[in-house]
């Protein structure tokens, strides 16, 4: 078919099961794949490594009229990195390096809690009972945000992610819109729960960015909003779909399983693997703010290029048989938390809930079985992973 319908065709629903043969067709077709729309896809590892780490590509979305404030995910160099420093004080290193690894016992416990009615001969669903509430629980907690109100970010986080999604040749209004709501909502509830904390220091996020000490490292009120909800939305979603799609594989792939399940240090291979094989985000979009050239073609500046970093993952010229699942494979360095200054900033705590959950989930799928395959997956094309994975234990 022509590849120049090759993002039409990829974010339709319906290859939403399997898109890998569609990223075929687009490293075939050339590092650079232009679309009827304007944009130009590539699907090549090596180039999308280069253009991750080009200044000249920005991350920013296009306006349209007077745009909200960004997060620092959608902004460029240098307030990018004013605003990732900031939220990352209280957060990872140098400055709280025993924040993450501090929730590991709390992440068992959660765990193991989710896994206490779990029974053999069971039917359940992974995500609604599993992958979905452990990583809400966690973030909510590192956030501060109370147990009881932790049921009020679905809908929320629904509409946020919808309107991330990339949608050619689609009306984007009233997913526009809904998601600017609903980014205006979670923000307003974030904003006073942390105002509650103010003078009132406790041992969350939200609690550390309102009682920062230094007025030149704090964030202003917007500026906090915006950050935690990024932190709020993907501190869950990726989540859910790394471990929902890496038991996923491991059903479709018993040998795997098994030589897991009789060897769980390999574990944390595993999960890298994983990140390569079935990443929790396939694309992205960025914009050069001058001429580029890609492997000879040139890409003027303003043009919306989408960066298909699942495709990536899969290129054999990067990775040697990249349509097997391989969890000892080495030189494994994937695009699974991209690359470059917008390399994902929670990909230690993924890394953490998804080896404790899989870990835990182990012993129990030796004699699972899927219900249904391919189960049924969620719209969004970018953040791709199944919207119900129900197995009999």
């Known amino acids: ?22 990223y075929e067709e687009l490293r075939q077709a050339g590092p650079v794949v232009w679309q009827t729309d304007g944009n130009c896809l590539i699907g090549t590892y090596h180039q999308i490594a280069a253009l991750l780490h080009d200044p000249r590509m920005s991350a920013a979305p296009r306006p349209h009229g007077e745009a909200p404030r960004q997060p620092f995910l959608r902004v460029d160099d240098p307030e990018h990195h004013r605003l990732r420093t900031l939220a990352m004080r209280p957060f990872g290193p140098p400055h709280s390096p025993r924040r993450i690894e501090g929730m590991r016992a709390e992440i068992d416990r959660i765990t193991k809690e989710l896994m206490a009615s779990f029974e053999s001969g069971q039917k359940i669903d992974i ?4 992958a979905y509430p452990l990583p809400v629980t966690v973030i909510c907690r590192l956030l501060g945000v109370p147990r009881e109100d932790e049921p009020l970010f679905r809908a929320w986080s629904d509409a946020l992610v919808a309107a991330a999604d990339v949608r050619p040749d689609q009306d984007t209004t009233e997913t526009d819109k809904a998601g600017e709501q609903a980014r205006m909502e979670i923000g307003g509830y974030l904003l006073n729960l ?5 003078g009132h220091p406790s041992d969350d996020l939200l609690s550390a960015f309102v009682n920062e000490p230094d007025p030149a490292l704090r964030l202003t009120q917007e ?13 869950h979603e990726t989540t859910v779909n790394l471990i929902t ?3 996923l ?10 030589h897991l399940r009789r060897e769980p240090d ?19 979009e960025r914009i050069p703010h001058a001429d580029i050239e890609v492997a000879g073609t040139a890409i003027p500046q303003g043009t919306s290029v989408i960066l298909v970093l699942a495709s990536g993952n899969r290129d054999p010229k990067r990775f040697h048989e990249p349509d097997r699942f391989d969890p000892t494979r080495p030189d494994n360095q994937h695009f699974g938390f991209s690359s470059g200054i917008h390399f994902c900033y929670g990909a230690p705590l993924a890394r953490l809930e998804a080896q404790t959950a899989l870990g835990a989930l182990l012993p129990h799928l030796g004699t699972a079985s899927l219900v249904q395959d391919p189960p ?7 953040l791709r992973g199944p919207r119900h994975l129900p197995v009999h234990l």
């Open 1 to 22: 078919m022509d590849s120049e319908t090759l993002l039409a065709r990829i974010t339709d629903y319906a290859s939403r099961p399997n898109p890998y043969p569609l």
């Open 127 to 130: 995500v609604d009972d599993f």
């Open 194 to 198: 942390a105002e509650q904390r103010r």
């Open 223 to 235: 500026e906090l909003a915006v950050t935690a909800v990024l932190l709020l939305i993907a501190g």
């Open 245 to 247: 799609n890496g038991v």
């Open 249 to 258: 594989t491991l059903l479709r792939q018993p040998e795997q399983l098994d």
């Open 266 to 284: 390999l574990l944390p291979r595993a999960v890298e693997e994983l990140l390569r094989y079935e990443p929790p985000v396939h694309m992205r």
């Open 376 to 382: 049924p997956y969620r719209q969004n094309a970018m």
